[in-house]
């Protein structure tokens, strides 16, 4: 019997520079949260949000990020 398709999750990977002068490379956010008029401005929530579940379970505050790019540009 032949496989369903599933549903293929597109990802963009962000370049995140944080006020402290760290960056961290290759984030990932969800292609579909992308585009329309506000470009790539909701992956900086999206990655807020990736690093507020990273603090919590870290026990640091999260840090403030200073710009973000995607990978590669």
Excluded: H
């Amino acid at each position: 019997m032949a496989k369903k398709p599933t549903a293929r999750n597109e990802f963009v990977m962000f370049d995140v520079v944080y006020e402290d002068g760290s960056q961290r490379s290759n984030r990932k956010v969800d292609a579909n949260l992308l585009g329309g008029l506000d470009g790539d401005e909701p992956a900086r929530s999206a990655i807020m949000e990736q690093d507020r579940a990273i603090s919590e379970k870290s026990g640091l505050p999260p840090l403030q990020i200073k710009s973000i790019k995607r990978s590669g540009k």
